[in-house]
């Protein structure tokens, strides 16, 4: 029996997609691209994945997203809502069957949560889930943890029974 | 004296745009997302970085990018005049002083142009250049190879006197 090396979430992702006419797109905020590009590195990607938009500033989240200024203003940029918001929005912009979204802080506190916090979203036909977590690995590592944490959410909700 | 590790082009990016109030939107096909990556690995890019569209699937760059269904017609997907309108596009869309575009082929050919194409695009307050790259390193090599490339394209607009 060969050892295999265990797949990447963003591989298990595209395995579970692929040959279903299931897609995919993303809203990312603190991560910055980093999980559009995770999710490009698999080969055939494309067949599922129609992209992403990548929403540093409020604007763009206002603009691109459709993210109601009510929503920030009540709930800040960093929250549950807004999180819910971003996935929801862009899942609608590019017509997706699922989408991911994140809004933290990879560098820096906002006076309500700690450097290395992030809201995740995820978005299906099933619904759209939050989840909060948060890590202390400084700018770059919490980019990577935040992103991997968000294609498991993500998962999870493409293989919901 | 010290030696100093040399700036990633990057950080060379936000060095020249910090305090000037001059900002900063992508627009990614091929790169999938790595352009806004790595303009976000850099400490402060919030300052001038306003976010990306990450546009794979033909209809995102339609939409989101306002690109012309008649300009994919007539010169393909990867073709300078398409890599030129999704750097309007985003600038338009995001307001940003200036922006970034790719539209490449990081894997497979499309029958014109081989595997490692790129088709990139730079945009600001003095126009639009566009350039074609070309390298072989497979997808994940290429992805990187490219985004790396129009960052130096950006950058050249940048500085440009």
Redesign the interface.
């Known amino acids: 029996m060969k050892n295999s090396t265990p797949l990447r979430i963003e591989e298990k992702i595209g395995a579970a997609l692929r040959g279903t006419k299931r897609t995919l797109s993303?809203a990312?905020s603190c991560t910055?691209?980093?999980?559009?590009?995770?999710?490009?590195?698999v080969?055939g990607?494309?067949e599922y994945?129609?992209?992403?938009?990548?929403?540093?500033?409020i604007?763009?989240k206002k603009?691109?997203l459709g993210v109601p200024a009510d929503t920030i203003e009540k709930y800040n940029v960093v929250s549950a809502e807004v999180a819910a918001a971003m996935a929801e929005g862009v899942r609608k912009?590019?017509?997706s069957t699922f989408s991911v979204a994140t809004t933290g802080l990879?560098?820096g506190s906002d006076g309500r949560y700690p450097e290395g916090t992030v809201w995740m979203a995820a978005s299906g036909p099933k619904g759209t889930v939050t989840r909060l977590y948060q890590c202390d690995k400084g700018?770059?590592g919490n980019?990577r943890s935040f992103a991997n944490a968000a294609l498991h959410l993500l998962y999870e909700q493409i293989i919901l029974k």
Request: glycine share 12%; hydrophobic share 35%.
């Open positions: 993303a990312e910055g691209g980093q999980i559009s590009h995770l999710l490009t590195t080969s990607s494309s994945y129609l992209g992403s938009v990548t929403s540093y500033a604007a763009v603009k691109i912009v590019t017509g990879a560098e700018r770059k980019i």
